[in-house]
């Protein structure tokens, strides 16, 4: 219940904050700078090298791989149909391909499934939803918009992310046994505030000002994201005869809401800059 109180609380307060402008609007840079280069691999780095491996556990990085690469077949066709442009199919594709696996994900996961379930989440995250927005989400916004793609570029952004560079780190620490005592207390404390910074985060960036406006492509990239691409997912684990926590985790992470960056990502492509925000906020 505490969990949930915090998630809740949490997303009020930044909500809050930002109405009331008591922090700038530029708040959200500084706080996400935090999440993402010191929060989020903390957090990995305590969690991951605990996880004995098992191939099962690939199933957690496929979900979010199958949301987005059915996001790929189902959203042109949805956009054929109700007479896109490519601005609003792209817009649509990478908000709604891409879900929200870290900021609201683990979070989510927590308050569910307990601590323990982290591990988890964190590989469906970091090798699922960031290397897709690494590489599918750079290529998507590149087509859609008209740029250059340079595959030098997609490759260095995925070696140098730093949650990236901490997945590696904690593999190698797990291969050898784990971290010295007096490491892992640090770790904990600096990954502890991944939670309450990152979901002030997300509610301090909720718009909803064109969300009816925008309805018919919000709900139709919703449905896909919310409700369809999960049961693809479940499906797939049922096929493969996942069950249990690993198959919940990954539905779980794979019914996430649109991801923050990849809406970032599409307006700054110019991919219809008020849909990827709306979307967002209607997520």
Not at 62 to 76: R, S
Not at 206 to 225: E, H, N, Q, S, Y
Request: hydrophobic share 60%; proline share 7%.
């Amino acid at each position: 219940m505490s969990s949930f109180a915090l998630l809740l609380g949490a997303l009020a307060l930044g909500y809050l904050f930002a109405n009331r402008q008591w922090m700038p609007p530029s708040a959200p840079t500084v706080l996400n700078a935090w999440v993402i280069r010191i929060a989020l691999p903390a957090l990995v780095l305590v969690q991951i090298p605990k996880i004995p491996f098992r191939p099962e556990l690939l199933f957690a990085a496929a979900g979010p791989w199958m949301v987005a690469l059915g996001a790929c077949l189902i959203v042109p066709l949805m956009g054929r149909m109700l007479r896109w442009d490519r601005g609003r199919t792209g817009a649509v594709l990478l908000t709604c391909g891409l879900g929200n696996t870290a900021f609201m994900g683990l979070p989510m996961v927590q308050a569910l499934f307990g601590h323990e379930a982290i591990g988890t989440a964190v590989i469906a995250d970091q090798l699922g939803s960031f290397m897709m927005l690494s590489t599918l989400g750079v290529l998507i916004a590149a087509v859609f918009s008209g740029q250059q793609i340079q595959a030098r570029s997609i490759a260095l952004r995925v070696v140098l992310f730093p949650p990236f560079i901490a997945l590696i780190v904690a593999f190698l620490v797990g291969a050898i046994g784990g971290w010295p005592v007096w490491i892992e207390p640090v770790l904990s404390r600096l990954a502890e505030t991944l939670t309450p910074v990152a979901l002030f985060t997300v509610g301090f960036q909720m718009r909803f000002g064109d969300v009816w406006r925008l309805r018919t492509p919000i709900g139709a990239g919703l449905t896909w994201k919310l409700l369809a691409a999960p049961a693809l997912v479940l499906g797939a684990g049922a096929a493969l005869g996942i069950t249990g926590d690993l198959r919940d985790i990954t539905v779980t992470q794979s019914a996430m809401a649109p991801m923050i960056t990849a809406g970032i990502m599409a307006a700054d492509a110019k991919l219809e800059p008020p849909l990827a925000t709306a979307m967002l906020a209607a997520g």
